[in-house]
Structures are given as C-alpha cells and as structure tokens.
C-alpha cells in the first residue's frame, strides 16, 4: 500500500515542472490563502441565503457542521501527530519537485484535505449542491497538495475521510444538543444576527 | 504592507463583506445591502472579493511557514471568524448608514428576516418607538 502510494505520488509530482501554466495553476491552488478562504467564504455565505426564514435556518445549520467540522477535525490531527510523525514527500523522495515552501509539521493525515472536505460534508448535510460546489474545491486543494510536493495521496485521502467523518460524527453530536443550539440561534435572532 | 496576520484578517474582512453582499441580493435581504437595489449588490459583492483578494496578491508572497512568522491553522481559523463577524457588524452598520433616509415597512419576522425591507438601524427605532409606547402606556 505504501509502495502504491509512493508510486502514485511520483506519478502526480512528475507532472509538476511539465507545463509552466500548469505549474503557475497549482501554485496559486495550493496557497494557504486561496482556495481555504474561498472555502470558508462559501461555506460563510449560507448563513445568509435563503428565500425563506426556514431554509435559511437549514444553511446555517449547515455552517455551523462545516465549522464545527473543520475546526475538531484540526483538533484530531493536532493530537495524532503528537505520536505519529510521517515525513513530507520531500525529505523521503529524492527528485521531488517542490513548488512551496518546505512544511515541517507532519504528512499523515493532511490537514489541508480535512479542512476542505469537513467543510464540503457539514454544508452537504443541508444543501447537496454547495456541498459538492465546495467539495470541488476540496478535491483541487488536496490534488494541488499531491502535485506541489507537499503530500503523499494516503495523507490527502485519510485527511478527507477524517474530515468528512469527524463532521459527521460532530453533526450528530449537535443534532442532539438541539435545543441548546435553538436557544443560541434565538439569541442571534435578537440581535438580527441569524 | 502589515504583519501577515493583519493582511489576512484584512482579507478576509473585505472578502466576506463583498460575500455577504452577494448572499443579501441573491436573497433579496435589502436591509444588508450597502445600496437598496440587487443589481447594485451583486456588483458591490464580486468588486469587494474580488478586490480583496488581488490586494493579498498585489502584497507580495503571502505563504510563509508558520515557523518564520507565517499564519498557522488554528491562528487561520481564528482570524477568519474574527473578520467574517467583523464583515457582519460593518455591514449592518453601512447598510444602516447608506440608506438611513430609506422609510422601510413595518417590522416583520425576526433575526435576518426582519432586514428583508429595513436597515438594523430602522428596525431598532421601530423597536424603540413601540417600547416608548408601551412604556408610556
């Protein structure tokens, strides 16, 4: 698996350095500022959109997962990596093209691909089709992650399992804390804040 | 221009300004609009995040390790919603400002919903006027 795993990434890494469009492509795609902050402004925007009161409770609901989401989900990895430690692409391979800078926090899982996909799955629960416009988005963060050097695949697919998962889990969590969270939005409403 | 922490919570201020922006005239949520008319909205909502971002960008190579000064995840997280909640009120504020002279409907609905046809401002002297009246009474 692992051996598959280097192959993979070998193959998606060779392609950096191919086609300088590409390259200029992925190295935007890959900043810690595009495509997470889209991400999160898309996510942000539900809270907002809704022709009715109710519908528009339904996406801030859905925030409220990808937040929760997002934010446990970097909880996780932050306590994981505490014990395990997979080294970056580039300090194990050699002729790893690299077009960022050199992390030095872990590999495994990435937390980049957890953001993403926590965010996709907790606006999913309410709205299939912002969900899977900011599952796309997702899905390009974590390929430009593979082709900038900076992950193995194993790490981008384990990072939006636990994404994906701990978003789930965390929405069950607040569905039964329901009334405590009704009581929150009441107080929002007050202000005119939700 | 600032320490990066600042320009990205500038970013994201401005970003989810020009967001909330798009959200009001997508919803028809006059009362969060800066100017009362949607085709407006919509222009003032892509010029401000697209803006904000060819200003991040125009700042030089912002993706600096978090070791060397750079902006780690859970700060990320941090400054995001500080901006987007800072977004919220400076568009309740302008909103409010930018159409005062707006005499809106009575107020109906709560939360969000009550800014459908008024500004914060309007809704809270309608709010204030029948808790005089009230009072009075």
């Not at chain 1, 970056?88 to 077009?99: G, K, M, S």
């Not at chain 2, 009362?31 to 401000?48: E, R």
């Not at chain 2, 390790?65 to 504020?93: H, I, N, S, W, Y």
Request: charged letters at 15%; one cysteine or more; glycine letters at 10%.
């Amino acid at each position: 698996m692992i051996d598959a795993d280097r192959q993979l990434f070998e193959w998606i890494n060779g392609l950096a350095g191919e086609s300088q469009a590409l390259d200029n492509v992925m190295t935007l795609l890959v900043s810690d500022f595009f495509l997470p902050v889209l991400i999160a402004l898309a996510a942000f925007s539900r809270w907002f959109v809704g022709r009715t009161a109710q519908e528009r409770l339904a996406n801030q609901w859905g925030f409220l997962y990808a937040a929760i989401g997002a934010g446990m989900a970097n909880l996780i990895i932050q306590i994981f990596n505490q014990s395990f430690h997979r080294p970056r692409p580039f300090i194990t391979l050699e002729d790893v093209t690299v077009l960022f800078y050199r992390p030095t926090d872990p590999s495994f899982p990435s937390n980049a691909a957890a953001f993403g996909f926590a965010m996709a799955a907790g606006v999913w629960l309410t709205n299939r089709r912002w969900g899977a416009i900011i599952g796309v988005g997702a899905l390009l963060f974590a390929f430009a992650r593979i082709y900038a050097g900076m992950h193995f695949p194993l790490d981008v697919i384990s990072g939006a399992l636990l994404g994906i998962l701990t978003t789930w889990f965390f929405a069950r969590m607040l569905d039964q804390a329901k009334p405590v969270v009704d009581w929150a939005f009441r107080l929002l409403r007050w202000f005119h804040l939700a | 221009m600032f320490s990066l922490a600042v320009d990205y919570f500038l970013l994201v201020f401005f970003a989810a300004c020009g967001v909330i922006q798009l959200a009001a005239a997508q919803s028809r949520i006059g009362g969060l609009l800066f100017v009362s008319h949607v085709g407006a909205g919509y222009v003032i909502g892509l010029g401000l995040l697209a803006g904000a971002f060819a200003w991040f960008v125009a700042t030089g190579d912002q993706n600096i390790p978090g070791d060397l000064g750079g902006v780690e995840g859970a700060q990320q997280f941090g400054l995001f919603f500080a901006g987007a909640a800072g977004a919220v009120v400076a568009t309740m504020v302008v909103a409010s400002l930018a159409q005062i002279r707006t005499s809106g409907e009575a107020v109906e609905g709560t939360g969000v919903e009550a800014l459908r046809n008024q500004t914060l401002l309007a809704v809270a002297m309608v709010r204030f006027r029948r808790w005089r009246g009230h009072d009075r009474r």
